[in-house]
């Protein structure tokens, strides 16, 4: 496995309370904690910053001059992708689910400011993108480029590594900490902190990404701790999915709005607002409890917020008029 990373964030990124938001969710003032991962810098932030930087310094170790990566049109990773690879002095071509829409907003906006290629694979499930991504390399290299892919959410246990990192830096931070509570997606975030914190000490909320996301967690920690990993040992609630990774769910609207009135904090609607909803259900089912100290790991991705249209109009109604 590669050592050489390259560096392409400050850390550690901070920690702030959050008394208002834990006493309105039904824990004491001081027991809730913003793991400001949001804060990573490169690209405009968020969690995969951490990941990209053990899988860019791989690929850089290993020659390459072009990043190749997969999402969803709106993927956060995909974005960070295309920044980090700015960052390195690389190309990026990034391989899309769908086809071009009308709606170039948030993080698509943000690809072509990087100066990213898109290839948009059709209406394909994660092995139609997986295909169509070894066919772009494929033709890159045809081209006498030397392309590195990324994988999927820059997920591995090469890239769950910067989440090790993380799990080191809140135990310094919060020495008491019962429970990080973290959207998961392709994985890798999850798995880094179980790997640093210890299965009992993580909170997965799933966003429904995956058929099967506690495996992958083990699949990517295991090499990663000395610890025994079993993925029905792991505490992960898939309660918060909904009608789907893109559906603005109920309980998302009401985390959203929640977030923002009472410490200003702003989550997106697919990944930190499905963590805010599960951490309300899990306080609501007692896994989470007054007294104990819970950090709230906050990944990014607000240029999503952006980019989903349902979510923009929600936020909008929330302005109401001045009546002076
Ligand atoms: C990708 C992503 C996650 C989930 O991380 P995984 O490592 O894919 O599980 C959480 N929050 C945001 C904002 C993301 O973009």
Known sequence: ??????ELA???????????????????PDDLWIKRDDLTGLGGGGNKIRKLEWTVGAALAEGADTLVTTGAPQSNHARLTAAAAARAGLEAVLVLRGSPGAS???????????????????????????????????????GGARPALIPFGGSSTLGARGYVRCGEELRAQVPDL????????????????VASLGSAAVLGVDV?????PADAVVRFAAPLTSAALAPDRLRVRRDQVGAGYAALTE??????????????????PTYTGRAMAGLIAAVRDGDVR????????????????FGHTEAVAYAEEGATAYEG
């Open 208 to 212: 429904g990404a995956l058929a099967d």
């Open 251 to 268: 309980p998302v609207r009401g985390a959203l709005r929640l977030a923002a009135r009472t410490e200003g904090l702003v989550l997106d």
């Open 10 to 28: 400050t850390f550690p990124t901070p920690v702030e309370p959050a008394p208002r938001l834990a006493a309105a969710i039904g824990l004491g």
């Open 104 to 142: 170039r907003s948030g993080n698509l906006a943000l690809d072509g400011l990087f100066g990213a290629r898109l290839a948009w694979a059709g209406d394909v499930d994660q092995t139609g993108l997986d295909a169509a991504a070894a066919e772009v390399c494929e033709r890159l290299r045809e």
């Open 178 to 193: 019962r429970t990080a509570v973290v959207a998961l997606g392709s994985g890798g975030t999850a798995a880094g902190l």
């Open 1 to 6: 496995m590669s050592d050489s990373i390259v």
């Open 290 to 305: 007054p007294g104990e100290r819970t950090v709230f790991v906050h990944t990014g991705g607000l240029p999503g917020l």
